[in-house]
Structures are given as C-alpha cells and as structure tokens.
C-alpha cells in the first residue's frame, strides 16, 4: 500500500501502486523518521549501498526499517547492494593531466606517480585482455583512449577524447570481457554480513557472465533472493543465462550507458524487462530516474516521462539512488515518483497495453492455473486475486499476467512476504502455514479475512482465489476457487 496525494484533492489517502518503488538509504535518510515518511510516501523496498557507510550504519537503517514495517504492518524488503570491483587508475605528481586528443598516453603497472604522458593502471587483468583497437573510458565515459600495442605490463594508446584526468577515477572497458570475479575480498565480507542482519535480496554488481550468479548462490543459498545488475555489455549478451540462474535483475543505466551507445540503452531496458516478464523474474529499472530532484524539489518534465515509460514497460519497480540516499529532497522524490506511478496506472492506454503485451501460459498446471485466474477476475471484475504462495511462486506466476486486480499473496513467512514487496501488484500478508489437514473451506475464509484487511472489495464481490492442494506443499499450484465477499 502506497500513499499518494491526487492532483484532484489536497488529502493523503492510500493507493496501492502496482510498480513498486526502491529507494536508496543514505546520509540524507537514515534516522528512523526519514525511513518512516519515505515508506508512508511510497517506498516498498530499501536499498543500502555498501559502497558507502560502515557496517554500524547499515544494521542502524536495518533496524529503523524493520521498527517502520512492525509499526505500519506491512512487509518491507531490504536490497544489500555490494560494490563490486571497481577498476581505477593511479594517482598524478600534480593531482591531475590534461589529455589532448591525438596525443600518446601508457599505462603501466608501475606504482611510480603519473604526468602527462602516462599512469599506473593496478589491474593487470585490463592489460592483459585487451588488444589494439580496444577503447577504455574514464570518469564515467568522458574521457576515451584506444589501444595501439599491448605488452606483458603496459598498453600504449592515443587519446580519443581528451580533458583533464584526476587521481583514482574509474575505467570501462567496454570491448572485452574482463577476467576479474564479480565478488572481491570487501564484497565477501559485505555479504556475510548482510545475511547475518537478515536483508530479503542481494544485489550482485559487475556481472559479465553465468559463473558470477553461480559463485554468488554457492555464498547466499537461500538465505536471500539474488539480483543480478546488468551494468556490463557482456551481462546483455549472456542475458538468458544470467536471468535463469538470478531471482531478479536489474537494468542498471548508469554503467550501461557509459559502456554502450546512448540510443543503445533505451532497447536494451525494453529486452531485458521483455525476457524478465517471460520468465516471471522481478525486474528494476534504476539510475538517474529523478536526477535533478537531488537538488530540486520537483524532477524535470523528461524524468517524469522516463519513469513513466518504465512503467509502460512492464517494470516491477523503478529505484531511486542519490535522490533519496543523499539528495535534498528525499521525502519529495519518493513522493512525486509514486505520483508518476499512480497517474500511468489509471491511463486507459496503460490498461489496454497491459493487456496487449499479456503473455500466453506456459504447458504446466501453475502457469495454466495463474493465467485462468487473471482471466476469471477480469471477466467477473474481482477487487482482488488471493494467492496462496509458499514461497512466494504463485504470486509470481499471477503478477507476470498483470491482473487488473490486486494480488494479495498470502504466505507463512515474513521472509517470502518482504521478498513479494519488490514484486508488481502483489501486497503480501503473514499467515500462519496450512497442512494437509486444512479444508478448502478453511482456506476461503482466511482468503475473504485478508481481503477485508486488505481493505478491499465491497459485500457482494467475488474473489479469485489461487492454491494448491494438498496444502502446505511448495510448488503444487493447482486449485483455482471464486468466492463472494459477505
């Protein structure tokens, strides 16, 4: 349940948004009433980015966020985001060279301080993979050189695009796939302590290939829901493996675009939200969605349509980073991001588009059962779909046919529940597990239970519900049941 204020009224009321919202925990939103309003204006999962901050930091926000969802009764999810590696070059004599385009320029692995005509690149896995004609970009695609001889310790290019480079900044080296894991040392050590807090998913940075979801789970196991962040041309190339060994994915713009054309990026969320769909994996689009709010109370017209075109994408959530973590406008940006999310929802052209992308269901009973349901309750206009999940599957299943109706999935963990908040149109309830023993019956009095907390409905409705028999069983998805509301 979100909470927007319409264009039509001055009053807060609470609206359940389909498209869910991460936003970033940071300097600007780290005490318990920050974390509060951002989860009252619409923010369903958190992220922390151990990138920045201390372990000390990061069990204080989780504490603030679980005290925020006891107190609002709702589950709220909390994504651990590990830095991944992170390729720099060295320092300068002076701080600082110009590059001038045309002009030669090293890197090496010496340590010695660099000057206008060379630096220390201390990643010999860069030099050696790459060959002449590959490019490497600095500070974020600003500045590019191309490879023109590669030695054993050294690669000499000449300046593609020139401008003043500074100590430590970042390298992209968008040609080749880099021998380097997608987990160092401090993502290690992040991790084991990002399960021992309990987070719901773990967010894996620098993808480039299968091995690094498969190293990752050998380290996670069940314990948290793994996303894989595409950020590398490799990760898009190996799209379909990565996907199938990841419980979601995020389209990560900011290392795309710097890696990739420009005109390139736009495609390439639209394919991976497309096959994330297929595959009933969540899937989020993050970075620079409310750029200009870190320092403006409202976003430029442009953003609002890039959030808005996310939406008519299909995506499960959209996130926002600075904007919430260190910006001047927290409580804003979430606000306004959720009224963005609200106004598309309610767009008649969104509804049909829903509709028209719907997906045929797959040759299994859960699928065949999930694309039923959506069909009784769109013929019947049910106020909402109950589904019974264990693990959080079926809820899935349903959302990927994006009812037009709510999904309330009814689960006996707090675990499964937190990981359902990143998932489209599903609000999550606790509820004790069934057995083998539990009627039919029984189950469709605890559906209609949490249709009325839900809030839902009106006396008289009919409720799709979704189960499996026998109960208590995962991944038996195969009863479909309509009853009425009292």
Same mark, same amino acid.
């Given at each position: 349940?979100?909470?927007?204020?319409?264009?039509?009224?001055?009053?807060?009321?609470?609206?359940?948004?389909?498209?869910?919202?991460?936003?970033?925990?940071?300097?600007?939103?780290?005490?318990?009433?920050? +974390?509060?309003?951002?989860?009252?204006?619409?923010?369903?999962?958190?992220?922390?980015?151990?990138?920045?901050?201390?372990?000390?930091?990061?069990?204080?926000?989780?504490?603030?966020?679980?005290?925020?969802?006891?107190?609002?009764?709702?589950?709220?999810? &909390? #994504?651990?985001?590990?830095?991944?590696?992170?390729?720099?070059?060295?320092?300068?004599? $002076?701080?600082?060279?110009?590059?001038?385009?045309?002009?030669?320029?090293?890197?090496?692995?010496?340590?010695? #301080?660099?000057?206008?005509?060379?630096?220390?690149?201390?990643?010999?896995?860069?030099?050696?993979?790459?060959?002449?004609?590959?490019?490497?970009?600095?500070?974020?695609?600003?500045?590019?050189?191309?490879?023109?001889?590669?030695?054993?310790?050294?690669?000499?290019?000449?300046?593609?695009?020139?401008?003043?480079?500074?100590?430590?900044?970042?390298?992209?080296?968008?040609?080749?796939?880099? /021998?380097? /894991?997608?987990?160092?040392?401090?993502?290690?050590? $992040?991790?084991?302590?990002?399960?021992?807090?309990?987070?719901?998913?773990?967010?894996?940075?620098?993808?480039?290939?299968?091995?690094?979801?498969?190293?990752?789970?050998?380290?996670?196991?069940?314990?948290?829901?793994?996303?894989?962040?595409?950020?590398?041309?490799?990760?898009?190339?190996?799209?379909?493996?990565?996907?199938?060994?990841?419980?979601?994915?995020?389209?990560?713009?900011?290392? #795309?675009?710097?890696?990739?054309?420009?005109?390139?990026?736009?495609?390439?969320?639209?394919?991976?939200?497309?096959?994330?769909?297929?595959?009933?994996?969540?899937?989020?689009?993050?970075?620079?969605?409310?750029?200009?709010?870190?320092?403006?109370?409202?976003?430029?017209?442009?953003?609002?349509? $890039?959030?808005?075109?996310?939406?008519?994408?299909?995506?499960?959530?959209?996130?926002?980073?600075?904007?919430?973590?260190?910006?001047?406008?927290? @409580?804003?940006?979430?606000? %306004?991001?959720?009224? &963005?999310?609200?106004?598309?929802?309610?767009?008649?052209?969104?509804?049909?588009?829903?509709?028209?992308?719907?997906?045929?269901?797959?040759?299994?009973?859960?699928?065949? +059962?999930?694309?039923?349901?959506?069909?009784?309750?769109?013929?019947?206009?049910?106020?909402?779909?109950?589904?019974?999940?264990?693990?959080?599957?079926?809820?899935?299943?349903?959302?990927?046919?994006?009812?037009?109706?709510?999904?309330?999935?009814?689960?006996?963990?707090?675990?499964?529940? @937190?990981? #359902?908040?990143?998932?489209?149109?599903?609000?999550?309830?606790?509820?004790?597990?069934?057995?083998?023993?539990?009627?039919?019956? @029984?189950?469709?009095?605890?559906?209609?239970?949490?249709?009325?907390?839900?809030?839902?409905?009106?006396?008289?409705?009919?409720?799709?519900?979704?189960?499996?028999? /026998?109960?208590?069983?995962?991944?038996?998805?195969?009863?479909?049941?309509?009853?009425? %509301?009292?």
């Amino acid at each position: 349940m979100s909470l927007v204020t319409t264009p039509d009224s001055k009053k807060t009321e609470a609206v359940a948004c389909r498209t869910k919202i991460v936003a970033t925990l940071g300097p600007a939103s780290s005490d318990y009433a920050t +974390i509060r309003d951002l989860a009252l204006a619409g923010a369903d999962v958190f992220r922390f980015n151990f990138s920045h901050g201390t372990h000390a930091d990061h069990a204080s926000r989780h504490a603030f966020v679980r005290q925020v969802e006891a107190e609002l009764g709702r589950p709220i999810g &909390i #994504l651990a985001d590990m830095q991944g590696p992170k390729l720099r070059v060295g320092r300068f004599k $002076d701080g600082k060279v110009e590059l001038v385009p045309g002009a030669p320029f090293r890197f090496d692995l010496s340590g010695t #301080l660099g000057d206008a005509t060379r630096v220390q690149l201390p990643h010999s896995e860069i030099i050696k993979v790459a060959t002449p004609g590959s490019r490497l970009l600095m500070d974020d695609g600003k500045l590019a050189v191309v490879v023109e001889q590669a030695g054993p310790d050294w690669l000499a290019t000449r300046v593609e695009i020139g401008g003043p480079l500074s100590d430590h900044k970042g390298v992209n080296v968008p040609d080749v796939a880099l /021998p380097i /894991p997608a987990l160092t040392e401090k993502d290690k050590v $992040d991790l084991a302590y990002a399960l021992e807090l309990g987070v719901d998913y773990v967010a894996l940075s620098f993808v480039q290939r299968p091995e690094d979801l498969v190293q990752a789970r050998s380290l996670v196991g069940e314990r948290a829901a793994l996303l894989a962040k595409l950020e590398k041309p490799q990760a898009v190339e190996n799209l379909s493996a990565i996907l199938a060994l990841s419980d979601a994915v995020m389209v990560a713009r900011g290392d #795309l675009g710097v890696e990739l054309p420009p005109e390139s990026v736009p495609l390439i969320q639209k394919r991976i939200i497309r096959e994330a769909r297929r595959l009933g994996k969540p899937v989020v689009v993050a970075t620079q969605m409310l750029e200009s709010m870190i320092t403006a109370p409202t976003p430029t017209r442009a953003e609002a349509s $890039d959030v808005a075109a996310a939406v008519f994408d299909g995506a499960d959530a959209v996130m926002l980073s600075a904007e919430s973590a260190a910006g001047q406008y927290p @409580r804003e940006a979430v606000r %306004i991001m959720n009224r &963005i999310l609200w106004r598309v929802e309610q767009d008649a052209g969104w509804q049909a588009h829903m509709a028209a992308a719907r997906l045929a269901p797959e040759d299994y009973v859960a699928d065949a +059962i999930a694309s039923a349901t959506q069909q009784v309750a769109a013929t019947l206009r049910s106020p909402a779909i109950v589904a019974y999940t264990h693990r959080g599957a079926t809820a899935l299943r349903i959302a990927r046919e994006r009812p037009t109706c709510p999904v309330l999935g009814v689960t006996p963990t707090a675990q499964a529940a @937190r990981r #359902l908040a990143l998932v489209w149109g599903v609000r999550a309830f606790v509820s004790p597990p069934h057995t083998a023993s539990t009627t039919v019956e @029984r189950m469709v009095e605890e559906a209609l239970a949490v249709v009325a907390r839900a809030q839902v409905g009106a006396p008289g409705d009919s409720v799709v519900i979704a189960a499996g028999v /026998p109960f208590g069983v995962s991944g038996s998805t195969n009863l479909l049941r309509v009853a009425r %509301i009292p």
